[in-house]
């Protein structure tokens, strides 16, 4: 069964410093998410993507992040100066269709900021 | 904007006994509702979901839930829960029309063999 892949499954960095969270979507979708899980908090939106343009985003999607679908397979997270409170489990998901389509999501990236 | 609660945190029960997790929204527009399950170590899956017609939905491994529109619930439901079912359920909303997932806090299930 196809799935959504993300790497690395574990990020430290240090405060300040750019990440970039990797995503391989499953083939065939065409819609694309990020969402974020503060430790012990829910799971909260961070963005949808779509025709290379971010279709919908929320209030935590700020100027420091960015998305980007760089070629045909990887979506990326871009967090350009990492802050203390960015630590968080981060998933990517993908459907087929939005609104009424199944979001498939991945194992997620741990993200350390010390 | 719209919130979703689970009200149970952590549910400890016995195999064959049954399962209700409770789930309300608080949006009072269209919804499209679904329940995630997250085995130890696994990803996100989906359970079921629920985007219009019969407000009983059954999905995978025998859970079903049921959508109350006049209680704004989506709880989930398994007559006989087996060890397996240990795992942290996740309830869902999207507002009709938009695609960002608004999750409630996640209700962890230990079943004890």
């Known amino acids: 069964e196809p799935e959504v892949t993300q790497t690395p499954s574990h990020q430290v960095t240090q405060m300040g410093q750019e990440v970039i969270l990797r995503c391989v979507p499953i083939?065939?979708?065409?819609?694309f998410y990020w969402y974020r899980q503060i430790l012990g908090q829910k799971v909260e939106f961070l963005v949808s993507f779509y025709n290379n343009e971010i279709s919908e985003k929320s209030e935590i999607f700020d100027d420091q992040f960015s998305v980007e679908r760089p070629d045909g397979s990887n979506f990326t997270l871009k967090i350009r100066s990492t802050k203390l409170e960015d630590s968080a489990m981060y998933f990517c998901a993908s459907t087929e269709r939005p609104n009424v389509g199944t979001q498939y999501f991945g194992p997620g990236t741990r993200l350390l900021v010390l | 904007a719209q919130s979703v609660s689970q009200h149970n945190h952590h549910v400890i029960l016995s195999e064959a006994a049954s399962l209700e997790l409770g789930c309300n929204y608080s949006y009072g527009g269209t919804v499209n509702l679904f329940w995630y399950v997250q085995y130890p170590g696994q990803h996100l899956q989906l359970l079921l979901k629920?985007?219009?017609?019969?407000?009983l939905v059954k999905g995978i491994k025998g859970f079903e839930a049921e959508f109350i529109k006049s209680k704004f619930s989506f709880n989930l439901r398994k007559p006989s829960v087996q060890w397996s079912d240990t795992a942290e359920y996740f309830c869902a909303v999207t507002e009709a029309g938009r695609r960002a997932l608004t999750f409630g806090s996640g209700t962890r299930l230990q079943v004890q063999p």
């Open positions: 083939s065939n979708h065409l819609y």
């Open positions: 629920y985007f219009s017609g019969d407000p």
